[in-house]
């Protein structure tokens, strides 16, 4: 059955995934809501620009009026929540911004949508759902023989941007309890995928690598993290959205544990391959050692058992798979890194690494 949902933050990187898929799949009609940041861009949605079913608004989700109309005008049955911002870097630097997304933000969009709701008749409530997609970084750190987090594991958020996200969870979970709004939430593992902003580790690596630039790693880069494939991510929420038991969370990831300095060694061996350098010297030789981030979490990593035990999903692709594809993507796509990194992202990576004594430009 076709339906027509409300997507915020769906020209960002894992909402303009999810969006493409949707049209892909042919599911119905979206309405995107994004406030275009440094990490929103329209150009992640070209494929589908003339595609009618696809409503494009530039908004905030703060901005309850505004969702209001949206909701009162295209009838959604489903609210998909990307809207972020989800840089653990950026938040130290200036955390307010997440204060008003993540958090504030999300107040507003479950008002107006709590609002919405309560007009819908029975049957209309029924089939509503609100989603609301988050981190696995609201679990905190684990140490090295820890058992994965689970749904039940307690919120210990280390970073101004993971309590700003565990904030916004305890409010979706609050106006299911209170007031009874269909809401699910998932918790994801970091992703990695097509359109990924060059400030996350995957897709900086390969950016800095073909540019001849330091791959810088923090600390020893022995932090672990549980690699997910954004197309896989992509289809364990429409799964949760379709089937997912109301007021639930979800935990998503790959099963895919790996030290960054594993990753990096891995990327750098495929560009070796697919992309060599003039002088035949390996990318590896430009890796570097960087001082740790503030309150870096050592590891993380996501058991996926309820979700693949109550509702059948698992990832499709292990992480050999998805980062080869990952890779190929970028070397297809390099006009569209050379438009994001623009001068305002070199001067981000300038700014934060030269702090650690690393000169990157």
Same mark, same amino acid.
């Not at 029924?126 to 750190?141: A, K």
């Given at each position: *059955? ?21 049209? !892909? ?9 994004? !406030? ?28 309850? %009026? ?21 840089? $653990? ?75 700003? !996200? %565990? ?62 494939? $954004? ?7 429409? /799964? ?10 979800? @935990? ?16 750098? /061996? *495929? ?12 990318? *590896? ?51 569209? $890194?050379?438009? $994001? ?5 070199? @001067? ?7 702090? /650690? ?5």
């Amino acid at each position: *059955m076709k339906r027509t949902i409300l997507v915020t933050g769906g020209a960002g990187f894992i909402g303009a995934n999810f969006v493409l898929a949707w049209f !892909k799949l042919g599911l119905g009609t979206v309405v995107n809501l994004d !406030k275009l940041t440094y990490a929103g861009n329209l150009e992640n949605l070209a494929s589908i620009r003339q595609n009618t079913q696809h409503i494009f608004v530039h908004g905030d989700i703060g901005d309850q %009026a505004l969702v209001a109309q949206l909701l009162a005008e295209h009838q959604p049955d489903a609210v998909i929540n990307f809207a972020a911002e989800s840089h $653990v870097d950026r938040s130290i630097h200036g955390p307010e911004d997440f204060i008003q997304t993540n958090v504030v933000g999300t107040f507003h969009l479950l008002e107006a949508v709590r609002a919405y709701w309560d007009a819908l008749d029975v049957d209309q409530q029924e089939r509503f759902r609100f989603l609301h997609v988050s981190t696995d970084e609201v679990y905190g750190s684990l140490g090295a023989a820890e058992a994965a987090f689970t749904e039940n594991h307690t919120y210990a958020p280390n970073s101004p941007y993971s309590a700003s !996200k %565990a904030a916004s969870d305890h409010l979706v979970r609050a106006y299911h309890h209170t007031y009874g709004l269909p809401t699910l939430t998932t918790n994801c593992s970091n992703n990695y995928g097509p359109y990924h902003f060059p400030e996350k580790l995957i897709p900086l690596i390969i950016h800095n690598a073909l540019a001849g630039k330091a791959l810088p790693i923090y600390g020893t880069g022995q932090q672990i993290r549980d690699w997910l494939y $954004v197309e896989d991510h992509c289809a364990a929420i429409r /799964r949760v959205l379709e089937a997912g038991r109301v007021g639930e969370v979800y @935990n998503i990831g790959g099963w895919n544990e790996k030290p960054n300095i594993e990753v990096v060694k891995t990327l750098c /061996r *495929m560009l070796d391959e697919k992309k060599p350098r003039a002088d035949a010297k390996s990318y *590896m030789d430009q890796i570097t050692f960087v001082e740790d981030r503030l309150g870096h979490d050592q590891r993380y990593a996501i058991d996926a058992s309820k979700i693949a035990n109550e509702l059948g999903w698992k990832p499709e692709q292990s992480f050999e798979s998805g980062i080869e594809e990952t890779v190929d993507w970028y070397l297809a796509h390099q006009d569209w $890194v050379a438009n $994001v990194t623009s001068g305002d992202y070199r @001067n981000w990576v300038q700014k934060h690494y030269a702090e /650690r004594g690393e000169e990157l430009a």
